[in-house]
């Protein structure tokens, strides 16, 4: 009889196929582990023999074979001992030490396919021939136990789904994804940079690039205005002492950078913002008058990652997060989560993310604060998410030790889904740093504070941005929103007073100068996803008129210049 089968059960499945395609291929082979991912699976393989892309498709063909084959899975509960032999006769010493982690007591499984044998948990399907809508997809380096001083074996990712309409799906979704990746379009549109001679993880932001970023700020400060809160500017650098406090160098020291002497004294460059804030929050006594306080701050902060996994703007190690705290009163707590929420719902709206789902991690087993407290927070949560009708996932005991949060998760236009704005508790900073109120009662008290972040970093943000709009940015985003083409040298002139007068009203404007035909400026302006184009010749100067090309509708006939405006502007007024 089957086992219980899902997408995750198939997936291993498939796993345990390229496994043994990988065995018959290469006979020598040492394994480590293959489990199924979100998108996939992947195995971890040990072998003198460098994969390549010609080595996928063999394997792949290899794993077809076995599929066709229809070999059953079959389960073997075994001893300890004979488990142990058997992967000391086949000479797999990562099998051995992974079977070590196993719990004694526990039980222990093989599964077999054919005459592949790997120590599992399982579940499987039944036989290998419903293993049949797969691809394997990239190779790369990968540490064992994924650290640095062991050796580094050579992984295979590859995908497996129910049907073959799915996986097609899937895979046109990829090739869509590098269509969009932000990496090739932030050196097409030239937007940014990441450079070995500066440093990885470190972004250059080029003069399109920071354009587009000062839109995004402005707008994040002004509505921060709105929204009841002030901004706060808070050094890069703080004393030993400072993180000492913080807990941060007991609990963070890995993510933070060596210090630096300063007159004798150790400073750190800061991985967070938050000790800058409780300090402005202590240079005087605060009345329970005075709360709730709404701090925000565009903090740059150094946080160490390894090589390895640095990724264009979506894992970087300079980056500046788009903070705030909330110090409130525990009555206030409630409606400032519930405000929290809305504001991000606000935000994610503005640049066009509607798919948004939240995550409620609560109370671990080691905890810091009250067990009122706690309940407090996490209920303030819950409530707040139900106020908005977000759908919810609760990870019960998956909140920090010092206080529960939620994650807010947008899907992009292809369906995927990004973690961005974090709501999180902290009933751990007030205590190291004795924050205090004076409540009606003219005695001291312990505020609540939130840290909490929108967009998460403008660097990670600007990458999701750029691929959920694949480079073309809507009109209040865009870079450049007009560009105008005269057709030839003698209308320079008039191209020129036409981007004046559009300059005027704000539009961001450029003129192609470049000696080169018509032909040749619309293709380059098509490339750089700009919004319209302005084609000037004889009779647009003789009329005074522009004729008008846009992104998505194409040939819009001639119009006046003041008319042309007015349609951009409504357009950036909007959002669209």
């Not at 184009?533 to 194409?554: F, K, N, P």
Request: charged share 30%.
């Amino acid at each position: 009889m089957a086992e219980d089968y899902n997408l995750e059960t198939l997936r291993h499945s498939a796993a345990h196929i390229m496994a043994a395609a990988v065995r018959r291929l290469f006979p020598e082979t040492k394994f480590d582990i293959g489990p199924a991912t979100a998108d996939g699976f992947y195995y971890d393989f040990a072998l003198d023999h460098r994969l390549g892309p010609d080595d996928l498709k063999r394997i792949e063909k290899e794993m077809r074979k076995i599929s066709n084959q229809k070999l059953p899975f079959v389960r073997r509960e075994v001893s300890r001992e004979d488990a142990e032999k058997l992967l000391r006769d086949d000479n797999q010493t990562y099998k051995l030490e992974r079977l070590a982690d196993v719990p004694e007591g526990e039980k222990i499984t093989l599964y077999e396919c054919g005459d592949f044998v790997d120590l599992c948990r399982g579940p499987h399907v039944e036989h290998s021939g419903e293993v049949r809508a797969f691809k394997l997809l990239s190779i790369a380096g990968s540490y064992y136990r994924g650290k640095e001083t062991n050796p580094m074996l050579q992984r295979i990712y590859g995908t497996a789904f129910p049907t073959k309409d799915e996986l097609k799906a899937y895979l046109q979704g990829l090739e869509e994804a590098k269509k969009r990746d932000h990496r090739k379009l932030g050196a097409e549109l030239d937007l940014f940079s990441v450079s070995e001679a500066i440093g990885p993880g470190l972004i250059c932001w080029h003069p399109k690039g920071g354009r587009i970023r000062h839109i995004i700020e402005t707008y994040w400060r002004e509505a921060h205005y709105r929204n009841g809160y002030e901004l706060l500017y808070t050094p890069h650098i703080g004393k030993a002492a400072l993180w000492k406090t913080s807990g941060h160098l007991d609990f963070y020291s890995d993510a933070m950078y060596s210090p630096m002497d300063v007159d004798g004294v150790d400073y750190y460059v800061k991985p967070m913002n938050c000790p800058f804030h409780i300090h402005v929050y202590n240079t005087r006594n605060r009345s329970y008058r005075e709360l709730p306080l709404r701090w925000a701050e565009l903090g740059t902060v150094y946080r160490y990652e390894k090589g390895g996994v640095l990724h264009g703007l979506l894992r970087v190690r300079g980056f500046t997060q788009d903070d705030a705290h909330i110090i409130c009163t525990p009555e206030q707590i409630e409606d400032e989560i519930a405000d929290v929420l809305r504001f991000s719902l606000d935000v994610w709206d503005a640049f066009g993310f509607r798919d948004v789902r939240a995550y409620l991690a609560t109370r671990p087993e080691k905890a810091v604060g009250e067990p009122e407290r706690w309940a407090q927070a996490t209920e303030s949560l819950e409530k707040a998410i139900e106020r908005e009708g977000i759908p919810c996932e609760v990870d019960e005991g998956g909140g920090a030790f010092y206080g529960p949060k939620i994650d807010l998760k947008i899907k992009d236009a292809l369906g995927r889904e990004w973690q961005t704005t974090t709501i999180q508790f902290d009933f751990n900073e007030p205590e190291r740093f004795d924050m205090t109120y004076i409540g009606a009662d003219g005695e001291k008290h312990r505020p609540y504070m939130v840290h909490r972040a929108l967009l998460g970093s403008l660097e990670r943000f600007f990458g999701i941005l750029t691929e959920h709009y694949a480079g073309a940015f809507p009109a209040w985003l865009a870079p450049e929103q007009v560009r105008v083409l005269p057709i030839s040298d003698p209308f320079l002139d008039y191209a020129n007073s036409v981007a004046e007068r559009l300059r005027l009203q704000d539009i961001r404007v450029t003129v192609d100068a470049e000696a080169d035909t018509l032909g040749a400026k619309i293709r380059r302006a098509r490339k750089e996803r700009l919004l319209y184009m302005l084609i000037v010749g004889s009779r647009e100067q003789e009329a005074d008129e522009v004729s008008v090309r846009s992104r998505s509708e194409g040939e819009l006939g001639n119009c006046s210049v003041d008319e042309f405006a007015g349609r951009v502007l409504t357009e950036i007024r909007n959002k669209d």
